[in-house]
């Protein structure tokens, strides 16, 4: 069964540096995607990043990008020059393929972030 | 288009009531889930829908809890009768084919007193 697993539930961070939450995932499917979305306190979820099983290059979104590890399960946010409209719960997401066109996406337990001025 | 759309954003009832919360979700997506959250215990996925067809709702936590997907633009998820173990936010999203990143409404907040 697939498995999400984040374990840093919390993590304070000075502004304009760089931060690295953690992903970890468990998966027999050799076809999967990644996500990660960001839920700042007003509550909406926002997706920030997509990383493909079978992609060669880490996905990059502006000041984001995924430090993906294949053979380590892993699956890092990366965000570089932190700002204080970073400071939310993020949560590593994933979906697989499967061999049916139907499947469900299933998230970590989340990280929250907060940065410091 | 407006994104996905929940109602009522906010709700608070009484332990007993029937509550039913609604998504329109977004036109052309043929995924959608619904979700609910807790400090407890995060983000489960109670069940999601292909086509309009339930595929798997394992996570439904009981019998108290049911979700109809009548038409495409519209889905609901209703607990009957509610408890206030139920109090969560609760999330729809949804999704186009392939690996597409699914799209989340606003969240209904319920509160069961």
């Known amino acids: 069964a697939q498995k999400i697993t984040q374990t840093q539930p919390g993590m304070f961070v000075q502004e304009k540096e760089a931060v690295t939450l953690d992903c970890t995932y468990d998966?027999?499917?050799?076809?999967?995607?990644l996500f990660w979305y960001k839920q700042p306190s007003s509550g909406e979820m926002i997706f920030l990043i997509y990383q493909g099983s079978y992609d060669q290059q880490n996905a990059t979104e502006g000041r984001y990008s995924l430090n993906f590890q294949k053979a380590r399960k892993s699956a890092n946010l990366v965000i570089s020059a932190s700002q204080l409209g970073d400071s939310a719960m993020y949560f590593c997401?994933?979906?697989?393929?499967?061999?049916?066109?139907?499947?469900?996406?299933?998230f970590g337990s989340g990280t929250r972030l907060s940065i410091r001025p | 288009d407006a994104g996905v759309i929940q109602s009522p954003r906010h709700e608070v009832t009484e332990m007993g009531q029937e509550v039913t919360l609604r998504c329109k979700p977004i036109s052309g997506h043929d995924y959608l889930f619904w979700y609910r959250q807790t400090m407890m215990r995060g983000l489960e996925l109670l069940i999601y829908f292909n086509n309009n067809v339930p595929i798997d709702d394992s996570g439904m936590p009981e019998d108290r809890f049911s979700a109809k997907m009548p038409n495409a633009s519209f889905s609901t998820l209703k607990i009957q009768p509610s408890e206030p173990r139920d109090s969560a936010v609760y999330f729809c999203?949804?999704?186009?084919?392939?690996?597409?990143?699914?799209?989340f409404g606003q969240g209904t907040r319920l509160t069961v007193v």
């Open positions: 999203a949804s999704r186009g084919g392939g690996f597409t990143e699914a799209f």
């Open positions: 997401a994933m979906r697989e393929a499967s061999y049916s066109s139907a499947s469900k996406i299933i």
């Open positions: 998966t027999s499917d050799p076809s999967y995607g």
